[in-house]
T-cell receptor, first 114, second 114 residues
Framework: GEDVEQSLFLSVREGDSSVINCTYT??????LYWYKQEPGAGLQLLTY?????DMKQDQRLTVLLNKKDKHLSLRIADTQTGDSAIYFC??????????????FGQGTILTVHP | SAVISQKPSRDICQRGTSLTIQCQVD?????MFWYRQQPGQSLTLIAT?????????ESGFVIDKFPISRPNLTFSTLTVSNMSPEDSSIYLC???????????FGPGTRLLVL
């Protein structure tokens, strides 16, 4: 079955870059996602990448995908205190009986110190 | 992106009772999804709801415990039946974006069962 894993905690200083890592097992994943969850809030879609791409940049966010190693990372440049949140990696399997299902990692708690 | 609202936003319930959660989308969507996020945990898909057909439940979730309605293309309900403290979670609905490669989430319903 599908499995997605992330490190649980990351602490950085304001202004530094943050890198959140994720590994997944399903080689048939079509899309991979990063969601952000702030305290008491729902999930905000930050960005996503198609499985045939290896990089996507969107303002301060850079997603790197190593499909061979099934490794996904999210880099946040110039991290701000407002970036403190839980970041979830998720993969999408568009085939078979799992159509549309997202499988989530356990989330990485990012803490940004002034 | 889709705008999704959920009611109630939070509730405190007694064990043995049932709660129906509503999900409203601002546009017509084919597929709607219900997820559960237990305290400190990641998200787990409960079921997929297509309009005009029975919901499809994931392993570990059954219709008697989590009946779902999908009367039209903009609305769905999830009922948590015969609740116990273990049902205390955040329940989130999500919908696919126009291109089907994205999923957007509602703000969630925070449920506490005493």
């Amino acid at each position: 079955g599908e499995d997605v894993e992330q490190s649980l905690f990351l602490s950085v200083r304001e202004g530094d870059s943050s890198v959140i890592n994720c590994t997944y097992t399903d080689s048939s994943s079509t899309y991979l996602y990063w969601y952000k969850q702030e305290p008491g809030a729902g999930l905000q879609l930050l960005t996503y990448i198609f499985s045939n791409m290896d990089m996507k940049q969107d303002q301060r966010l850079t997603v790197l995908l190593n499909k061979k190693d099934k490794h996904l990372s999210l880099r946040i440049a110039d991290t701000q205190t407002g970036d403190s949140a839980i970041y979830f990696c998720a993969e999408h399997n568009a085939g078979g009986t799992s159509y549309g299902k997202l499988t989530f990692g356990q989330g990485t708690i990012l803490t940004v110190h002034p | 992106s889709a705008v999704i609202s959920q009611k109630p936003s939070r509730d405190i319930c007694q064990r043995g009772t049932s709660l129906t959660i509503q999900c409203q989308v601002d546009s017509q969507v084919t597929m709607m999804f219900w997820y559960r996020q237990q305290p400190g945990q990641s998200l787990t898909l409960i079921a997929t709801a297509n309009q005009g057909s029975e919901a499809t439940y994931e392993s570990g979730f059954v219709i008697d415990k989590f009946p779902i309605s999908r009367p039209n293309l903009t609305f769905s309900t999830l009922t948590v039946s015969n609740m116990s403290p273990e049902d205390s979670s955040i329940y989130l609905c999500s919908v696919e974006g126009g291109g089907r490669e994205t999923q957007y989430f509602g703000p969630g319903t925070r449920l506490l069962v005493l």
